[in-house]
């Protein structure tokens, strides 16, 4: 049966209780005459009330209406967060919720809607995100392996080949050898019996003789006779023959194995490491763009023309690189004012780019290396080859992601850094064409709250978005309407905690504001001049680095 086309009870007002049904509000769940609908949009917010014809609510919803048996069907305005259900004024009366802490309905119904936006918007543009670029990364892996294992296959099948080279030209040697050793022991065995063949032959001629003087009747011949046995007395030496022998050496399998080679197995065992999503994230509450926009500080730099880099440590401190090749320390004070601290560190280059490590401590880029500023002490983290290191950012997850171009100015990418270890390198799309322009321009990188990389390529006048695998999500040209109705010229970025991502246009003196799906959302115009570098802090406050030396603290967020 059809709910909306019901008709067998009459259904009543649950304020007045008298007149007929004729509104339900969708946010309360509460059904309504028409006389009670102003008084009803008095209770909370005004907007937070969404009305439908009766008729028109939507199935599946449960009336604002009391479960217990004695007072069945009672309107229920109020919510018992210890028991976390509604109660009616029946409910209050009995005392069975005397010590608990009571809520109007109205004020839950807000909390919960607001919390479940909040909980969307995180899955939506964070944890959703995630799991399918790990995903994609799991394959990816998977793939990896595959190539791998071949690779190794081919390596052992290959040194099999190699070692049976071996054990065969080992097999010719001692067969070599075996031969010359033969060679030789003929050869003297083939002189001894030529030799002793003569003696035989003599030995003969003597028999012969001695048969023909014993036949013979001539008185010369036996008279002359002289015997030969003293020449064949001496025999001849036997030849002792020692035959070569093969000793085959019985090698146990242990020694097989590290006599050939053995896999290493040690660092390829596969772990599952679990990562949580910071949990400041979950905290982060929705925030809406100001209509006017406000600058609340403004901080000239001592003595430097320009500014170029800007990252806010906490609430009050702000790291600054200027022209005149330092980086000034910025101190907040809670009224808002400032103290201004020059550090002069002894640097071979002077410093591009400035961010933050997870510990908070500053790496800067120079002209070779990548560098951490700690205790005032200098460390080189990186140094590049055939690369030069322009801008860098630190991630959610701790990591360096660095954005450089090649020596020749012939190539550019993104490399992404956990330690010193390299983990990604980013270059060309599917087609194998550049995501970015190589020509020496100026490019600023950042990450946004939902692990896209976000890339400012000046020199081609767009912002480069990639999501965290390294694949184009969108390309921000500008609008077409712009406050000094100027070419879009991009120089810094940052992001918030709404995704939004926000962007320095040098040449309109303003700044983008678009969405993490590249949807303009709005200028902030409130009289900046050529802005550069931009950060955001904790609590979404955004500071503005401008050429001519100014640093600006501007609220674009309402709480």
């Given at each position: 049966?059809?709910?909306?086309?019901?008709?067998?009870?009459?259904v009543y007002c649950d304020l007045c209780e008298t007149a007929l049904v004729q509104m339900h509000c969708d946010t309360c769940l509460i059904n309504l005459c028409t006389a009670c609908v102003g008084g009803h949009m008095m209770i909370g917010e005004p907007t937070g009330h969404q009305f439908v014809r009766f008729q028109s609510r939507r199935p599946?919803?449960?009336?604002?209406?009391?479960?217990?048996?004695?007072?069945?069907?009672?309107?229920?305005?109020?919510?018992?967060?210890?028991?976390?259900?509604?109660?009616?004024?029946?409910?209050?009366?009995?005392?069975?919720?005397?010590?608990?802490?009571?809520?109007?309905?109205?004020?839950?119904?807000?909390?919960?809607?607001?919390?479940?936006?909040?909980?969307?918007?995180?899955?939506?543009?964070?944890?959703?995100?995630?799991?399918?670029?790990?995903?994609?990364?799991?394959?990816?892996?998977?793939?990896?392996?595959?190539?791998?294992?071949?690779?190794?296959?081919?390596?052992?099948?290959?040194?099999?080949?190699?070692?049976?080279?071996?054990?065969?030209?080992?097999?010719?040697?001692?067969?070599?050898?075996?031969?010359?050793?033969?060679?030789?022991?003929?050869?003297?065995?083939?002189?001894?019996?030529?030799?002793?063949?003569?003696?035989?032959?003599?030995?003969?001629?003597?028999?012969?003789?001695?048969?023909?003087?014993?036949?013979?009747?001539?008185?010369?011949?036996?008279?002359?006779?002289?015997?030969?046995?003293?020449?064949?007395?001496?025999?001849?030496?036997?030849?002792?023959?020692?035959?070569?022998?093969?000793?085959?050496?019985?090698?146990?399998?242990?020694?097989?194995?590290?006599?050939?080679?053995?896999?290493?197995?040690?660092?390829?065992?596969?772990?599952?490491?679990?990562?949580?999503?910071?949990?400041?994230?979950?905290?982060?509450?929705?925030?809406?763009?100001?209509?006017?926009?406000?600058?609340?500080?403004?901080?000239?730099?001592?003595?430097?023309?320009?500014?170029?880099?800007?990252?806010?440590?906490?609430?009050?401190?702000?790291?600054?690189?200027?022209?005149?090749?330092?980086?000034?320390?910025?101190?907040?004070?809670?009224?808002?004012?400032?103290?201004?601290?020059?550090?002069?560190?002894?640097?071979?280059?002077?410093?591009?780019?400035?961010?933050?490590?997870?510990?908070?401590?500053?790496?800067?880029?120079?002209?070779?290396?990548?560098?951490?500023?700690?205790?005032?002490?200098?460390?080189?983290?990186?140094?590049?080859?055939?690369?030069?290191?322009?801008?860098?950012?630190?991630?959610?997850?701790?990591?360096?992601?660095?954005?450089?171009?090649?020596?020749?100015?012939?190539?550019?990418?993104?490399?992404?850094?956990?330690?010193?270890?390299?983990?990604?390198?980013?270059?060309?799309?599917?087609?194998?064409?550049?995501?970015?322009n190589s020509y020496n321009g100026y490019k600023y990188i950042a990450e946004n709250r939902n692990l896209d990389i976000c890339v400012v390529d000046c020199q081609a006048g767009a912002v480069v978005v990639l999501d965290q695998a390294g694949k184009l999500r969108f390309r921000y040209t500008g609008q077409m309407s712009t406050p000094k109705n100027?070419?879009?010229?991009?120089?810094?970025?940052?992001?918030?905690?709404?995704?939004?991502?926000?962007?320095?246009?040098?040449?309109?003196?303003?700044?983008?504001?678009?969405?993490?799906?590249?949807?303009?959302?709005?200028?902030?115009?409130?009289?900046?001049?050529?802005?550069?570098?931009?950060?955001?802090?904790?609590?979404?406050?955004?500071?503005?680095?401008?050429?001519?030396?100014?640093?600006?603290?501007?609220?674009?967020?309402?709480?």
């Amino acid at each position: 049966m059809d709910f909306t086309c019901s008709a067998q009870e009459a259904v009543y007002c649950d304020l007045c209780e008298t007149a007929l049904v004729q509104m339900h509000c969708d946010t309360c769940l509460i059904n309504l005459c028409t006389a009670c609908v102003g008084g009803h949009m008095m209770i909370g917010e005004p907007t937070g009330h969404q009305f439908v014809r009766f008729q028109s609510r939507r199935p599946g919803q449960h009336p604002n209406k009391c479960l217990i048996s004695t007072h069945y069907g009672k309107r229920c305005d109020l919510f018992c967060k210890q028991c976390q259900t509604q109660v009616c004024s029946s409910c209050i009366a009995s005392g069975s919720h005397s010590d608990h802490k009571i809520m109007e309905i109205q004020q839950i119904i807000e909390f919960r809607k607001k919390k479940a936006a909040n909980d969307k918007r995180l899955i939506n543009n964070l944890i959703l995100p995630s799991y399918v670029t790990i995903a994609q990364q799991l394959h990816n892996e998977l793939d990896h392996i595959e190539k791998k294992h071949e690779e190794v296959v081919r390596e052992i099948e290959k040194h099999g080949e190699l070692k049976h080279l071996d054990i065969n030209k080992t097999v010719n040697i001692l067969k070599a050898e075996a031969d010359a050793i033969r060679n030789n022991q003929v050869q003297t065995l083939q002189q001894e019996i030529t030799a002793i063949d003569g003696k035989i032959s003599s030995i003969e001629e003597v028999i012969e003789n001695t048969q023909n003087v014993l036949d013979s009747q001539s008185l010369i011949m036996v008279s002359s006779y002289v015997s030969r046995c003293q020449e064949f007395k001496m025999l001849p030496q036997t030849v002792n023959v020692k035959m070569p022998q093969f000793k085959d050496r019985v090698i146990p399998q242990t020694e097989q194995n590290s006599m050939f080679g053995s896999l290493s197995v040690d660092d390829l065992q596969t772990e599952v490491v679990y990562t949580e999503i910071p949990a400041a994230l979950y905290s982060s509450p929705f925030k809406e763009l100001m209509e006017n926009p406000e600058i609340v500080n403004t901080i000239q730099s001592c003595n430097s023309a320009c500014l170029y880099s800007v990252v806010c440590r906490g609430k009050d401190m702000v790291f600054t690189t200027c022209d005149d090749c330092t980086i000034e320390n910025i101190k907040l004070t809670e009224k808002g004012d400032s103290k201004m601290q020059r550090s002069r560190p002894e640097l071979e280059n002077p410093p591009w780019d400035i961010t933050l490590d997870k510990d908070g401590h500053l790496v800067y880029t120079d002209e070779e290396t990548i560098n951490l500023l700690k205790n005032d002490k200098i460390q080189v983290l990186l140094t590049l080859d055939n690369w030069i290191p322009l801008n860098l950012c630190n991630t959610l997850y701790g990591d360096l992601l660095v954005i450089m171009d090649s020596c020749d100015q012939k190539q550019t990418r993104v490399v992404r850094y956990s330690g010193t270890e390299e983990k990604q390198s980013i270059q060309f799309d599917e087609k194998g064409q550049p995501f970015f322009n190589s020509y020496n321009g100026y490019k600023y990188i950042a990450e946004n709250r939902n692990l896209d990389i976000c890339v400012v390529d000046c020199q081609a006048g767009a912002v480069v978005v990639l999501d965290q695998a390294g694949k184009l999500r969108f390309r921000y040209t500008g609008q077409m309407s712009t406050p000094k109705n100027r070419l879009f010229c991009p120089l810094g970025l940052t992001t918030d905690s709404q995704c939004q991502i926000l962007i320095s246009d040098i040449s309109n003196d303003c700044i983008h504001v678009i969405d993490q799906d590249g949807q303009f959302l709005r200028y902030i115009d409130c009289g900046l001049k050529c802005p550069w570098g931009l950060c955001t802090d904790m609590d979404d406050n955004l500071y503005v680095a401008e050429k001519g030396g100014t640093l600006r603290k501007i609220k674009y967020l309402s709480n």
